[in-house]
């Protein structure tokens, strides 16, 4: 996880912001963020493999000239259990 904490911190932070993103929208933005960037298939195994984020669904559209379906993101809300 330690290569990749910038990338997964700036993820969260994306998704805080806009609350649900695809991959292609996630890529764009580590890509546009940082001078380095980030590959898709970096970028989908953040998504997959980090219990912060969750799968929402998928959208079919129009992407870079054709068409893919692809997933929605987001926050995965753990409750957390207030002791009095």
Known sequence: ?????????????????????NTVEIF??????????ATMNQVGNILAKDSRFSKIGHIRGRFRGSTYTVCVWGLTHQATQVVA
């Open 28 to 37: 764009d933005h580590l890509n546009g963020r940082f001078r380095w960037g």
């Open 1 to 21: 996880m330690s290569r990749t904490r910038r990338l997964r911190e700036e993820v969260r932070s994306y998704l805080e912001e806009n609350d649900t993103a």
